[in-house]
């Protein structure tokens, strides 16, 4: 999933475009190519080694991506016992690594780096420029996983890579995971894999991801950063009727397409009740006061008072608040029928569900079943089965941190907490007591910057600003106490 996501479908929502009453910080004007310092330099080297190795499932290789690192981090002063590159058997290209770098209390837990080195598939000749040859253009980074996720993955790994060449002993042990299969939801997943087989090498007291970030206006002005505090759980339902069938020349009522389409229209119409986290509270009242309209004066009353249904009602009006309150399911594949001249003998859909954090695979097909009130009509649930949602604390000392370097780096820009309406790999880091907040610090543009698309892209000084900001912010939780 995009690092920035989550900010950049809220951002610009949020503040309203340019609302009144808070603060833009000017992008640094990127015409001009940066001047590289070495260690600026060698981070760059490692980036562009990352996003030139394909790590597309369909002929890509996270296991060379991650052995590439391997190496890097051997040549930093990391040993053999510090580092696991780890694969399966099934899938000896979907490998990832996990390597740590000890602390000096007994005390503190470790604190847990992640990242993923899969991208999504990207075809050359739908593309301007290579897809997997790093281009630098107008103040851009174009290729495919410039931004997702290869961006933060470069940072952790070039950080652990700094610290122990710098001799750098923190406080708290630093654990860095780079995996494999977060963006298909069928292929091998390496954070859920470490999750579920090798817990103790993970384990950790909290750990940082993607799914926060910036956004700018799309005209050069920063008008916020996120911190990701939660997110939903999807979950696919396949819908089926079934029918004995016959000749179309003698129709019958009972038509399994007919039956199924009842029943998506059920679906579409069915509304979700409204749920609410300290995080999606915070959300709603901090971004709703810095609106100065009808929707944010809804947002900050909507936080105070989840059951008003008239400010339900107005803040539902915006697609993107609309799901941020609920769960939420749509149809979105449909197929039936075996003949054009013969009544259907099957009809189904799939539809996709973004479950509220801490709703249910079980509680969410009841609900469906309630809404479509025909029992003719099977929901079965599609593989994989994730995780249900659990929100991680919207503890002040995660915020805190991010906040003051916010203020250093971004002056005037302010730091929202957010719940992601898609999906990161921290569910399943979540599921096993490891809380996984999604950092500010990168920033984009409000089109996505073409992450999962054409033409991705970063801007060079979102990265390279972004880098200082993560190695301050990962230095100061290792640290604290």
Wanted: with cysteine; hydrophobic share 40%.
């Amino acid at each position: 999933m995009k690092s920035w996501l989550a900010a950049v479908q809220i951002a610009a929502l949020c503040i309203g475009g340019a609302a009144p009453g808070i603060a833009q910080a000017q992008v640094p004007t990127s015409a001009a190519p940066l001047a590289l310092k070495p260690d600026q330099q060698a981070f760059l080297d490692l980036y562009k080694e990352m996003v030139e190795t394909n790590t597309t499932l369909s002929v890509g290789s996270c296991t060379q991506a991650a052995a590439q690192v391997a190496t890097r981090l051997k040549a930093a002063g990391f040993t053999d016992a510090d580092i696991t590159q780890f694969s399966v058997p099934e899938h000896p290209k979907e490998g990832g690594i996990v390597a740590i770098l000890p602390g000096t209390s007994k005390m503190l837990k470790p604190m847990l780096l992640l990242a993923h080195l899969d991208v999504v598939e990207a075809k050359r000749e739908d593309w301007t420029r290579d897809p997997f040859k790093l281009i630098e253009e107008g103040g851009h980074y174009y290729a495919r996983g410039s931004a997702d996720d290869k961006s933060m993955a470069a940072v952790w790994a070039d950080l652990m890579i700094r610290f122990k060449k710098d001799g750098y002993h923190p406080k708290r042990m630093i654990k860095m995971a780079l995996t494999c299969g977060e963006e298909t939801t069928y292929a091998f997943n390496g954070a859920q894999w470490l999750a579920q087989n090798k817990r103790d090498l993970i384990a950790a007291e909290f750990a940082l991801n993607e799914g926060g970030g910036g956004d700018t206006d799309g005209k050069g002005k920063i008008i916020v950063q996120t911190m990701q505090v939660g997110e939903k759980a999807v979950q696919n339902f396949r819908l089926e009727t079934t029918n004995a069938g016959g000749h179309s020349s003698i129709p019958i009522r009972d038509n399994a397409i007919y039956e199924l389409s009842d029943a998506l229209a059920k679906v579409r119409d069915h509304e979700f009740p409204v749920m609410m986290t300290d995080t999606t509270k915070a959300f709603f009242a901090q971004a709703g006061a810095g609106r100065k309209d009808r929707i944010g004066a809804a947002m900050v009353a909507i936080a105070a008072n989840p059951a008003d249904k008239d400010a339900e009602a107005i803040v539902s009006t915006d697609r993107t608040y609309h799901s941020m309150l609920r769960t939420t399911c749509v149809a979105t594949l449909l197929d039936g029928g075996h003949a054009n001249n013969a009544l259907p003998q099957r009809a189904g859909a799939n539809v996709n569900c973004r479950m509220f954090p801490g709703q249910t695979l079980e509680q969410t097909q009841a609900a469906l079943a309630a809404a479509i009130g025909d029992a003719k009509v099977t929901i079965t649930p599609v593989p994989p089965v994730r995780p249900t949602a659990v929100p991680p604390a919207l503890d002040p000392r995660i915020m805190g941190p991010a906040e003051t370097l916010v203020k250093k780096y971004f002056p005037g820009v302010p730091l929202v907490p957010v719940m992601s309406t898609g999906a990161t790999d921290g569910i399943f880091l979540e599921a096993v007591g490891i809380p996984t907040y999604g950092v500010p610090g990168i920033w984009g543009d409000p089109d996505g910057n073409g992450a999962h698309g054409l033409n991705e892209r970063i801007e060079v000084r979102s990265l390279f600003t972004g880098r200082d900001y993560l190695t301050d912010l990962v230095k100061v939780y290792a640290n604290m106490n």
